[in-house]
């Protein structure tokens, strides 16, 4: 199952820099297709955070940016706050015909502020 | 404001079906696509399928083909999404989310429905 792989948990003190990671493939990411990320905090509805690689949409501070190389992107969060505390995913298109989906999501990552 | 409202908490047996709705208000329903995204508990999120709501057009993940139905009422700004044959792999939340204009991601998302499938 085509899957874009991140790491299961970040941390970090008040204050300081975490960079989530999300590795795809020739046919999502490494295809040239955009990568987007979403917030999702607890009992709640993901939020857009960027999209475009690296937009941010209106009302989204500029501490979360975003940033894609070949066949992987990433989020960077700084001056990390409590409130940071969700779950984040990222998102592609996969080019393949075949596969379960066309739109793909990241194994999802927790970021826990310490 | 924009924003997509949907149906409330479901529960059913196993083998039957389930229809969530998703009521648009606050910008033009037939300029964006709608998509279903669903989360089992503790499990990312996995994309469904999308609706094009001015043409009717759909297009479903392999995985939910052939038991998965999206339609549309645009005279009540509203999409539907229906799952048949149930099983408590079923069991999840249940978004759908509006389509960027030109991106292959999604900005507005609905509250979420929960869906429980238990005999």
């Known amino acids: 199952q085509s899957v874009l792989t991140q790491p299961a948990s970040v941390s970090g003190a008040p204050g300081q820099r975490v960079t989530i990671s999300c590795t795809g493939s020739?046919?999502?990411?490494?295809?040239?297709?955009?990568v987007h990320w979403y917030q999702q905090l607890p009992g709640s509805a993901p939020k857009l955070l960027i999209y475009?690689?690296?937009n941010r949409p209106s009302g989204v501070p500029d501490r979360f940016s975003g940033s894609k190389s070949g066949t992987s992107a990433s989020l960077a969060i700084t001056g990390l706050r409590a409130e940071d505390e969700a779950d984040y995913y990222c998102?592609?298109?996969?080019?393949?015909?075949?596969?379960?989906?066309?739109?793909?999501f990241g194994t999802g990552t927790k970021v826990t502020v310490l | 404001q924009v924003q997509l409202v949907q149906s409330g908490a479901e529960v059913k047996k196993p083998g039957a079906s389930v229809k969530v709705s998703c009521k648009a208000s606050?910008?033009?329903?037939?300029?964006?696509?709608i998509h279903w995204v669903r989360q089992a508990p503790g499990q990312r999120l996995e994309w469904m399928g999308w609706i094009n709501p001015d043409k009717g057009f759909t297009k479903y993940s392999q995985k939910f083909q052939g038991r998965v139905t999206i339609t549309r009422d645009i005279s009540a700004r509203t999409a539907y999404m229906e799952v048949s044959s149930l099983t408590s792999e079923d069991t999840a939340v249940y978004y759908c989310a509006r389509q960027i204009l030109d991106e292959f991601a999604f900005d507005v998302w609905g509250q979420g429905t929960m869906v429980t499938v238990s005999s």
């Open positions: 020739r046919s999502n990411i490494g295809a040239g297709n955009h």
């Open positions: 998102q592609s298109y996969d080019s393949r015909l075949s596969g379960p989906g066309n739109y793909v």
């Open positions: 475009g690689n690296s």
């Open positions: 606050g910008y033009i329903f037939t300029n964006y696509f």
